[in-house]
């Protein structure tokens, strides 16, 4: 589905990725991980092409959605609104149809009561939520996330394993970061750790049987 090849990234002098080379399957979740500086954000972003590769190829040539970190809602447009505002841009002749959409996935997660509500009026958990529902209206084939549990507490992260699991289940592949083990072992099919800008471990959960004390030997 994603390939990977041979791809370098440079900050400055600085080398974030080097010849990096991945094949990421249909269906799959696959974890990012390993310690900070290590790369895991920046694949993402070229993913995204929100970076520029010094050199190798990205090859994708469906829809990918992108959650921020920070989840970089609109703090001057309600729930809605933010979930809409991008498709309204590409297809305007659908106007109707990105809210029912919107007001649909906020139903799913359980956001229905906020759709007039505005970022700042909501929880880290709720923000989450709302970040999840507009990355998923341009209906992407794979779903980039950056830290998704960043600064949420363990019910709350309980709480995202959950919805990206059902996430899966409407046939979105994802590629999620995160320095948090517990919680990328917990959802990924797959991990791939990064340190020093090259991959230092690449396996399949299922045929390890501590994936976290695995994983920690290469930190």
């Not at 790369?39 to 990205?58: A, N, V």
């Not at 659908?94 to 909501?122: T, W, Y």
């Not at 996330?145 to 992260?157: F, H, K, N, Q, R």
């Not at 090259?198 to 045929?207: C, E, G, K, M, S």
């Amino acid at each position: 589905m994603l390939s990977i090849n041979n791809i370098y990234k440079k900050y400055g002098t600085s080398l974030v990725l080097n010849n990096i080379n991945l094949n990421i399957e249909t269906n799959s979740i696959v974890g990012i991980a390993g310690p900070s500086g290590g790369g895991k954000s920046t694949l993402l972003r070229c993913i995204q092409k929100l970076e520029e590769l010094d050199s190798g190829e990205i090859i994708f040539t469906g829809k990918s959605g992108f959650m921020f970190q920070d989840f970089q809602l609109f703090p001057h447009m309600t729930i809605l609104k933010n979930l809409v505002y991008a498709p309204n841009i590409h297809d305007r002749k659908s106007l109707a149809n990105h809210n029912n959409n919107a007001i649909r996935l906020l139903q799913n997660l359980g956001m229905a009561d906020k759709v007039e509500c505005f970022p700042h009026q909501l929880s880290g958990g709720q923000k989450q939520r709302v970040a999840l529902a507009r990355s998923l209206m341009m209906q992407p084939e794979i779903l980039l996330c950056d830290e998704p549990t960043s600064g949420l507490d363990v019910a709350t992260i309980i709480d995202v394993v959950s919805l990206l699991i059902s996430i899966r289940d409407m046939k979105v592949t994802m590629v999620i970061a995160s320095h948090d083990l517990d919680f990328i072992t917990k959802i990924a099919d797959r991990v791939i750790l990064l340190k020093n800008a090259t991959v230092a471990a690449d396996v399949r959960l299922q045929d390890l049987e501590n994936p976290i004390q695995y994983l920690k030997a290469f930190y």
